[in-house]
């Protein structure tokens, strides 16, 4: 409550008891308690809304902050892919270039193995003629 101390407060209820009477002062005492009771109530109330919004905005400090550390890293990591997009082409490209020559390596294997049979057919049906022949 307020600082009043003993004589503040017989002096009030003197100027009370003369203002509105003795039969309507016990009423007038009673709608007083209960306005102050509903002050302390409110004022209470009012406290625990204050703390509770000031844990809401640390709250909202704290997931502001990890967002904003989510956006950094991001961003991080989208420049680190952009600076090596270059090096993947690069590497797409010498893997495309050995593909190709491996092919070229390739085809040129099965066609000497096909000329390889090719021949060994022929001389099979050389000596067959040949036997033939005799």
């Known amino acids: ?70 956006n950094q890293a991001g961003s991080d990591i989208k420049r680190e892919f952009v600076n090596t997009d270059p090096l993947v082409k690069a590497v797409e490209e010498q893997i495309g270039e050995g593909r190709f020559t491996a092919d070229s390596q390739t085809d040129k294997a099965n066609d000497a193995e096909h000329r390889s049979d090719a021949n060994k057919t022929e001389t099979v049906e050389q000596k067959q003629q040949r036997n033939h022949d005799r």
């Open 1 to 70: 409550m307020s600082d009043f101390g003993f004589w503040e407060l017989t002096l009030i209820m003197l100027i009370a008891l003369l203002i509105v009477g003795p039969e309507r002062l016990p009423r007038l005492l009673s709608t007083v308690g209960h306005w102050i009771r509903r002050i302390k109530k409110l004022t209470t109330q009012l406290k625990t809304e204050f703390a509770e919004e000031a844990n809401t905005q640390d709250v909202k400090k704290i997931l502001s902050d990890a967002q904003n550390t989510i």
